[in-house]
Nanobody, 124 residues
Framework: QLQLVESGGGLVQAGGSLRLSCVAS????????MGWFRHAPGKEREFVAT????????YYGDPVKGRFNISRDNAKNTVYLQMNDLKVADTAVYVC?????????????????WGQGSHVTVST
């Protein structure tokens, strides 16, 4: 089994920053790619960012490019999402996910393990 636990969400004013963390436990040797998705009410789940667990390969969804940064600490089995210059449109539940053998990096269907999510609310 592989478990993911997110933390770091909260309420922040527009223009502020937050850093989300996702700690993996269990069969962490199965991790090939870890990523972040977000889900806001009334909107479909959206790809945010992803990285390869053992290579410097990073991808970002268009809405967050230039503002968010994904990083990892393999020794701690942790992936981070640094969120800068937050906008009201960034308000969502942010969910960490793991893919073992993804065919594409930005499709939620390719990710097998999911955390419970961390709420991020951006106010004006």
């Amino acid at each position: 089994q592989l478990q993911l636990v997110e933390s770091g969400g909260g309420l922040v004013q527009a223009g502020g920053s937050l850093r989300l963390s996702c700690v993996a436990s269990g069969r962490t040797s199965e991790i090939y790619r870890m990523g972040w998705f977000r889900h806001a009410p009334g909107k479909e789940r959206e790809f945010v960012a992803t990285l390869n667990w053992n290579r410097n390969s990073y991808y970002y969804g268009d809405p967050v490019k230039g503002r968010f940064n994904i990083s990892r600490d393999n020794a701690k089995n942790t992936v981070y999402l640094q969120m800068n210059d937050l906008k009201v449109a960034d308000t969502a539940v942010y969910v960490c996910a793991v893919a073992r053998l993804p065919r594409v990096f930005n499709s939620a269907a390719e990710y097998e393990y999911w955390g419970q999510g961390s709420h991020v609310t951006v106010s004006t």
